[in-house]
């Protein structure tokens, strides 16, 4: 019993909850503080994410994030597997939105090996790249609701992400890790049934995220527990490196698919979605609103997509057709070549990014000329956003700690890599 | 913005901190010198045709060749100008050390933990220099050339059952 | 199968076995250890369209004193590994573990230096489910299984004349 409370006295993030600077004033003072640990398995902190909080009765003078909980070892694991063997492996960083992190390692490794994409290719990755923004918006705008306290909206965007999985099913074989890309295109071509599937989808969706809506924009507990908390100005936003609706929701209109555009959001129409308050409320309409952009991005993809090959025809570097691996001698040994050595890139370094649905998501890739990267560094925009707890969270209360870490919207499963 | 003027500006700006000046697939990376890396890093935030002011990421890569082994890598955005830009520095092997940015970049500062945790390189003047993922205790650096990906047996302790 | 106990145990602790049982395998409330990709799709199960409260699994109760079994979903790092341990030991007995896809099980698709090979390494599991991440059907067939488990489990057979726990091949398809 003593040693634990020795071990605990000498740690060293408890160190860092003291050295913190406590400058917060608050109305009456109890003379006293308590370290509460909200530790990893707690119901509302969106995967295991351990927050250290100094209180001072109910107001938190200063907090400690600690991440790690869920570290896999991905770069590590990177640098021993071909780039094909790490796709699957990227569908578990975001897992809210596993399509888009496949897409942008595809990018990344394209950009590094010179491939160059068909239209078709293009207009699909954009299609699912937007399918799995939608997804994961209605996730972290439910999971948010439920932690404030209305459980109903969870359980109606959860009916809506249902249908958007039965179009991933339908198209890749699995509902929700789907390991959809590869290096130069596709892995499966997209089908009339799932366009079927989605304009169904799309007919009703903007009438339902305006019922979802609904039940929470004229709620007085809702805008009471949600307006003004999490503020920080625009300043401290963009020197702490925030990206993705959290920026925008305090008024700088950076998306990078306007910005420096990738894939075809060059032809494509949609507005960028800021807002100007900077607190929880804010970030909770710019994704509702970001969602119905993504709808209308949706439906202009899908009436523009051409017809023609969804793979690059390089034989060295894209993996060839299934059919003609199995008929012909040169794909065979292509295949074979591809499987075991690897794509053959130059040696080099890129860096290439998406806009994800949390933010900027960046692979860096050092490459030796060999099939396996030598360094791979994942830019995980939910790692970046959490930095920005400790100052969000001071001077407010306990219960205030719930709404802004689901306004934040990490996933940790990105966050620790 | 080309690339080549924002060689330009920085070497208008620092004429002997710029070492080294590569353009791969469109991307401008500029290696700088290591003792330089907080000026060049404050005039690269204040000068207005450069205003890079969002800091993306701060990593580490072991070359694990002779002389200097390490290297770190800033990647930075302007959001006035619309692009990226990568900034070098090179890191030896012996007690790696490097000036840290969290003055000029307050977002670097778990970047800067990050690569102390996975390389073992310290950053002079963080201000909260602590792993960030592996356990306090933990006696090596995961992504160093000689750390086995399989991990070293009873280096983390496990739970009885 | 039943000649067979009431030659063994006594008329009265079967039947009570059996209530018991029955009341035990249609209640379990579930201890959502949701640790990474996994969570979401047992969120999925709970959602209208999968639907666990069809099985009794009425709440996800977040505290470990009001469970009866924890599914472990996600990957178990060295770092997490006394957290779910220290929780596992805070649910009160009888308790189960459901060791939910392939990271769980067995480490899935990531050996490398900080995930534990498998939680079977310092929790006791009782039924591991496969897939990555499995399906929502594939969870619901899990509790199932687990139901049917708990059905022939001897409560107070075991209480009164001390023997062992026998689970038939024939009850678990």
């Known amino acids: 019993m003593n040693s634990r409370s020795e071990e605990t006295r000498k740690s060293k993030i408890l160190a860092a909850l003291e050295d913190q600077d406590t400058s917060v004033s608050v109305d009456d003072p109890l003379e006293n503080s308590m370290v509460l640990n909200m530790g990893p398995q707690h119901p509302a902190t969106h995967g295991v994410l351990r927050l250290l909080v100094k209180l001072d009765g109910e107001t938190v003078i200063a907090a400690v994030p600690e991440l790690g909980y869920l570290h896999r070892g ?38 590094l090996a010179g491939v160059e994409l068909p239209p078709r290719a293009q207009y699909i990755r954009v299609l699912c790249c937007e399918m799995a923004r939608i997804a994961s918006h209605l996730v972290a705008t439910g999971s948010m609701a439920m932690d404030v306290g209305a459980l109903t909206v969870l359980l109606w965007t959860f009916r809506e992400r249902e249908k958007i999985l039965d179009v991933y099913d339908v198209l890749c074989g699995a509902r929700f890790t789907t390991s959809y890309t590869r290096i130069g295109g596709m892995s499966t071509d997209w089908t009339p049934q799932c366009t079927t599937m989605l304009e169904a989808f799309l007919a009703e969706f903007d009438k339902d995220v305006t019922e979802i809506e609904q039940l929470l924009r004229t709620n007085r507990i809702f805008i009471d527990r949600c307006e003004g908390v999490g503020y920080l100005s625009r300043d401290q936003i963009v020197g702490l490196g925030l990206t993705g609706p959290v920026l925008r929701a305090a008024g700088v209109p950076r998306d990078l698919r306007r910005d420096n555009p990738y894939l075809v959001y060059n032809d494509l129409d949609f507005n960028v979605v800021t807002a100007t308050e900077s607190d929880a409320l804010a970030r909770f309409y710019v994704r509702i609103a970001e969602m119905r952009e993504s709808a209308k991005i949706l439906r202009q993809a899908l009436e523009k997509l051409p017809a023609g090959p969804f793979r690059a025809d390089e034989p060295k570097r894209v993996l060839p057709e299934k059919g003609r691996t199995y008929t012909k001698m040169e794909e065979l040994i292509y295949d074979f070549m591809l499987i075991n050595i690897g794509v053959d890139p130059p040696v080099g370094e890129v860096y290439s990014a998406i806009e994800s649905s949390k933010g900027e998501l960046g692979f860096y890739i050092v490459s030796d000329g060999t099939g396996q990267p030598w360094r791979m560094k994942i830019r995980s925009p939910s790692m970046t956003n959490l930095q920005a707890l400790p100052y969000m969270v001071k001077g407010g209360m306990i219960s205030d700690i719930v709404a802004i870490i689901g306004s934040l919207d990490p996933v940790m499963g990105e966050a620790d890599k | 913005m080309t690339n080549d003027e924002i060689v330009a500006a920085l070497k208008a700006a620092h004429p002997d901190s710029v070492v080294q000046v590569t353009d791969f697939r469109g991307d401008l990376a500029v290696t700088v010198r290591k003792s330089d890396i907080v000026k060049v890093a404050t005039s690269v935030r204040d000068i207005p045709s450069l205003a890079f002011d969002l800091v993306i990421d701060v990593l580490g890569v072991d070359f694990n060749r002779p002389g200097d082994r390490f290297e770190v890598v800033y990647i930075l955005y302007s959001t006035t100008h619309k692009r990226h830009l990568r900034l070098k520095v090179a890191v030896e092997e012996e007690h790696p050390a490097v000036p840290s940015v969290t003055s000029v970049w307050p977002g670097a500062n778990w970047h800067e933990r990050e690569t102390f945790d996975m390389f073992g390189i310290r950053f002079e003047g963080h201000p909260d220099m602590r792993r960030l993922y592996m356990p306090e205790e933990f006696e090596y650096y995961p992504l160093r050339k000689d750390f086995p990906l399989l991990g070293i047996p009873d280096s983390l302790p496990l739970p009885r059952r | 199968m039943a000649l067979e106990k009431l030659q063994q145990d006594g008329f009265l602790t079967t039947r009570l076995d059996e209530v018991i049982n029955w009341a035990r395998k249609n209640s379990l409330w579930p201890m959502p250890m949701g640790i990474s990709c996994c969570a979401i799709e047992m969120m999925a199960t709970a959602s209208p369209r999968f639907d666990i409260s069809r099985f009794g699994s009425e709440v996800m109760r977040f505290t470990p004193r009001q469970c009866d079994v924890m599914i472990v979903a996600g990957t178990v790092t060295y770092k997490m590994a006394k957290v779910v341990r220290k929780i596992y030991d805070q649910m009160p007995d009888p308790k189960w573990v459901i060791s939910m896809g392939a990271c769980a099980s067995s480490g899935g698709m990531f050996r490398s230096y900080s995930v534990v090979q498998g939680i079977d390494q310092f929790v006791p599991v009782d039924v591991f489910v496969a897939g990555c991440p499995p399906r929502p059907e594939a969870l619901l067939n899990a509790l199932i299984t687990l139901q049917h488990k708990i059905e022939n489990d001897r409560t107070l057979g075991k209480l009164f004349h001390g023997e062992q726990i026998h689970i038939p091949e024939s009850s678990l398809s």
């Open chain 1, 74 to 111: 991905y770069e590590k694991l990177a640098e021993n597997m071909t780039y094909h063997e790490f796709i699957p492996h990227t569908d578990r960083l975001d897992y809210l939105s596993p399509i888009s992190n496949n897409v942008a390692f595809a990018m990344a490794v394209e950009k």
